[in-house]
């Protein structure tokens, strides 16, 4: 890896290549632009994926990332590759030096970057990381630290290396998951954390380097890729494991069940009640309501070690399981709905019954 004791915080201007794909690194690169001058650097060349096919004429569509680049007349790249094995791979590589990059800045660029990409840049390759590192590593930690129950999240801007968000912790910034929070909505608070905590760190670039601190390798999680299959609802978990799923999977790949083999977009729900519990089997519509549709779940944990303090002379009662109030669904082929709307229509009663599948 380049040195990091290198003084940066000469007159100079830093020049600096950026590297990211969707709007959370977007927000990131306008951020940047807009500071040029406060910050003492020109963003010489931007790289992003390549322009992927979108939408119902699957058009080919630019990145977030190559639309505020070409907006600011900033040079775009989008290779393939990096690896040294191909020709196009050596190829980006000498473009790379070309634009003789001071720093690297990557944000969700969706692209492996090797070791010779990582220390091409004067002072390595900085990465603007969507978790507390090292909580959680990977593709997907804000949906991951929603479907944990993590109670606050936030921003490492991290020195690169060769592992995967391995680097040593240049500057942490932390903030609250909210109640309400869904992945949607953590997204876009990460994207705006993430620009002000790199502009941070290219305000004192040596002094953030210089105090670098390496992760702890034993705390650290693995935020997999998302899959579609992860939407659909097992009604056995609590309520509490289900609510964090509808919000961890909004908008994509979206909480889903099925009713009479047609699937069920559950689009949202109310924090759990603990209160409100049933003896009803999991995944059974308990009462559809104008404020929300209550169904019932598996057991929490709390209801559980609450069940094992029980008097043994009540063990003729069946244990209570969790309930669920959903706001709004989605059937097949329709448009989302209210609760209030649901109320006021047929198309769901009171003892129906959500399956795990549509067979």
Same mark, same amino acid.
């Given at each position: 890896?380049?040195?990091?004791?290198?003084?940066?915080?000469?007159?100079?201007?830093?020049?600096?290549?950026?590297?990211? &794909?969707?709007?959370? +690194?977007?927000?990131?690169?306008?951020?940047?632009?807009?500071?040029?001058?406060?910050?003492?650097?020109?963003?010489?060349?931007?790289? =992003?994926?390549?322009?992927?096919?979108?939408?119902?004429?699957?058009?080919?569509?630019?990145? +977030?990332?190559?639309?505020?680049?070409?907006?600011?007349?900033?040079?775009?790249?989008?290779?393939? =590759?990096?690896?040294?094995?191909?020709?196009?791979?050596?190829?980006?590589?000498?473009?790379?030096?070309?634009?003789?990059?001071?720093?690297?800045?990557?944000?969700?660029?969706?692209?492996?970057?090797?070791?010779?990409?990582?220390? &091409?840049?004067?002072?390595?390759?900085?990465?603007?990381?969507?978790?507390?590192?090292?909580?959680?590593? #990977?593709?997907?930690?804000?949906?991951?630290?929603?479907?944990?129950?993590?109670?606050?999240?936030?921003?490492?801007?991290?020195?690169?290396?060769?592992?995967? $968000?391995? #680097? $040593?912790?240049?500057?942490?910034?932390?903030?609250?998951?909210?109640?309400?929070?869904?992945?949607?909505?953590?997204?876009?608070?990460?994207?705006?954390? #993430?620009? =002000?905590?790199?502009? &941070?760190?290219?305000?004192?670039?040596?002094?953030?380097?210089?105090?670098?601190?390496?992760?702890?390798?034993?705390?650290?999680?693995?935020?997999?890729?998302?899959?579609?299959?992860?939407?659909?609802?097992?009604?056995?978990?609590?309520?509490?494991?289900?609510?964090?799923?509808?919000?961890?999977?909004?908008?994509?790949?979206?909480?889903?069940?099925?009713?009479?083999?047609?699937?069920?977009?559950?689009?949202?729900?109310?924090?759990?009640?603990?209160?409100?519990?049933?003896?009803?089997?999991?995944?059974?519509?308990?009462?559809?309501?104008?404020?929300?549709?209550?169904?019932?779940?598996?057991?929490?944990?709390?209801?559980?070690?609450?069940?094992?303090?029980?008097?043994?002379?009540?063990?003729?009662?069946?244990?209570?399981?969790?309930?669920?109030?959903?706001?709004?669904?989605?059937?097949?082929?329709?448009?989302?709905? &209210?609760?209030?709307?649901?109320?006021? #229509?047929?198309?769901?009663?009171?003892?129906?019954?959500?399956?795990?599948?549509?067979?």
């Amino acid at each position: 890896m380049p040195s990091t004791t290198k003084d940066c915080s000469s007159s100079k201007r830093l020049r600096v290549a950026f590297a990211g &794909t969707p709007e959370f +690194a977007a927000v990131s690169l306008e951020a940047l632009i807009s500071q040029q001058e406060a910050l003492n650097i020109d963003i010489v060349a931007v790289y =992003t994926q390549p322009d992927r096919k979108a939408g119902r004429g699957q058009k080919l569509s630019a990145s +977030a990332v190559k639309q505020v680049a070409l907006a600011h007349d900033i040079a775009v790249e989008q290779p393939l =590759t990096f690896k040294k094995s191909s020709s196009e791979g050596m190829a980006a590589r000498q473009t790379l030096r070309s634009y003789q990059p001071d720093v690297m800045i990557v944000a969700a660029y969706g692209l492996i970057l090797p070791i010779g990409v990582l220390i &091409t840049p004067t002072y390595g390759c900085l990465n603007i990381h969507a978790s507390l590192l090292p909580r959680w590593r #990977g593709a997907a930690p804000i949906h991951r630290a929603l479907l944990a129950g993590d109670s606050e999240t936030g921003i490492t801007i991290m020195q690169m290396d060769k592992g995967l $968000d391995t #680097g $040593d912790m240049l500057y942490k910034v932390s903030a609250p998951i909210e109640a309400n929070d869904t992945a949607a909505s953590l997204h876009d608070k990460m994207a705006e954390l #993430g620009a =002000t905590a790199i502009v &941070t760190v290219l305000k004192d670039l040596a002094h953030y380097q210089a105090q670098a601190v390496p992760q702890d390798d034993s705390q650290a999680n693995y935020a997999e890729k998302l899959v579609k299959t992860e939407g659909e609802i097992d009604w056995t978990q609590s309520a509490t494991e289900i609510e964090r799923q509808i919000r961890g999977l909004t908008p994509w790949p979206g909480a889903y069940t099925f009713l009479a083999g047609q699937r069920v977009k559950i689009l949202a729900s109310l924090p759990v009640n603990p209160s409100q519990q049933t003896n009803q089997p999991a995944g059974t519509v308990i009462s559809v309501g104008r404020k929300a549709i209550l169904v019932a779940c598996g057991k929490d944990a709390d209801t559980k070690q609450a069940d094992t303090k029980l008097d043994s002379k009540v063990e003729s009662l069946e244990p209570s399981a969790s309930t669920l109030a959903i706001t709004e669904l989605q059937f097949a082929g329709g448009k989302p709905m &209210t609760a209030e709307q649901i109320c006021h #229509g047929n198309q769901l009663n009171d003892g129906d019954q959500f399956t795990t599948d549509s067979k």
